[in-house]
């Protein structure tokens, strides 16, 4: 599909030529007995060795990659091979609707789609980026590779391919709420959990979120000062123009959560996923970010630099914990504008 700009809604490109390791970060097989099983509904089930994945006919796409938490890294040149060719190779039966990728991990991570969306968008399996090898840390020796969706679906460390008649949803789809078409376009990131009104009501009377699962959960211009939200699951959640004053969020999942304007003043953080996660113009005084991680976070518009300063000034960032490693994680535009702000 064409577009009319290279980023998709919500989308950061990364600084330079960074790739954010996300999720798992190391396989749980070595390399050297590394087998791809392909499974379910196929004629003829079987287990390849990477030798035998290569002898299809090699392709040299280049995809642009796009986070759920907001960063993009465009124009990657990978080496692999069709999952049409593999599937046309092993035999699939009509029955089949869906393929699930299945991670060599010790979560047993997997990601699924509908068979036809996946050979649409040119699925492939990839042991190369850029003419090298792909490092073990992005899923060598194999990881399919998903034009067109969110990256959770290419799944690193590939061991499977199972071929379903239902489909059976993925570790992020089925336990964190991330949604299952994926569609970076239409920004398809999570789906809302299921609160009723009184539940909702009763959330923002105690203030007390503690460990629980309330992704997407809409706040927006409330009083709120005082949260206790440790270790909340607040993917999403819209806080935008709340009052937040010495809210606790640490060990939090906050990623993608809208803060724009809030009043953070003396916040903690620490400890907390605040990836994608969007501060613009929100009062950060006193705020404590230690061992947070920060990717894809924003806390100004992106062309602030062109913008007359009594618009992108009114954040107030006095006396904020952040590190210099957790501002240089952040996209460019965000680096020169915490590193004169920040003191
Ligand atoms: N096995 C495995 N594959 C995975 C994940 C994971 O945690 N385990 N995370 C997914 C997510 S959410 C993303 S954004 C990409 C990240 O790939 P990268 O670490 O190479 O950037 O891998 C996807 N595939
Ligand atoms: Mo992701």
Not at 56 to 67: K, N, S
Not at 85 to 96: E, M, T
Not at 165 to 183: K, Q
Not at 199 to 207: G, S
């Amino acid at each position: 599909m064409e577009h009319d700009s290279e980023l998709p809604p919500g989308q950061q490109r990364v600084a330079g030529d960074k790739w954010p390791l996300v999720g798992e970060r190391e396989s749980a097989v070595v390399p050297a007995t590394w087998t791809l099983a392909i499974h379910g509904c196929v004629d003829h089930p079987c287990r390849w060795t990477l030798d035998e994945v290569q002898q299809l006919p090699q392709v040299r796409p280049t995809v642009d990659i796009h986070c759920v938490t907001r960063w993009s890294k465009l124009g990657v040149s990978f080496t692999g091979v069709l999952l049409r060719d593999v599937l046309h190779a092993v035999g699939v039966d009509p029955a089949a609707r869906y393929v699930s990728f299945e991670s060599h991990s010790t979560r047993g991570h997997t990601s699924s789609l509908a068979l036809a969306t996946a050979l649409e968008l040119g699925t492939f399996l990839a042991w190369e980026v850029d003419g090298r090898p792909l490092p073990a840390m992005h899923g060598g020796p194999l990881r399919n590779i998903v034009p067109g969706r969110y990256f959770y679906k290419s799944v690193k460390w590939l061991c499977g391919l199972e071929l379903l008649v239902d489909d059976r949803l993925g570790y992020w789809e089925a336990d964190a709420g991330y949604h299952n078409e994926a569609d970076p376009w239409r920004e398809q990131r999570y789906l809302a959990a299921d609160l009723d009104k009184r539940r909702v009501k009763q959330l923002l009377a105690t203030r007390d979120f503690s460990g629980l699962d309330l992704r997407g959960f809409q706040a927006a211009d409330r009083e709120l000062d005082d949260l206790v939200a440790r270790d909340a699951k607040l993917r999403d959640a819209n806080f935008r123009g709340c009052r937040l004053q010495r809210a606790d969020f640490r060990g939090a999942n906050l990623s993608n959560a809208h803060f724009q304007g809030a009043k953070l003043v003396d916040a903690k953080f620490q400890g907390a996923d605040v990836e994608g996660t969007n501060f613009c113009q929100a009062d950060l005084r006193g705020c404590d970010f230690s061992e947070a991680s920060l990717f894809g976070a924003s806390f100004v518009v992106e062309n602030w630099q062109a913008l007359p300063e009594d618009q992108w000034q009114a954040a107030q960032l006095t006396n904020v914990r952040l590190t210099p490693q957790q501002i240089e994680s952040l996209a460019t535009s965000q680096v020169a504008y915490l590193q004169r702000l920040v003191k």
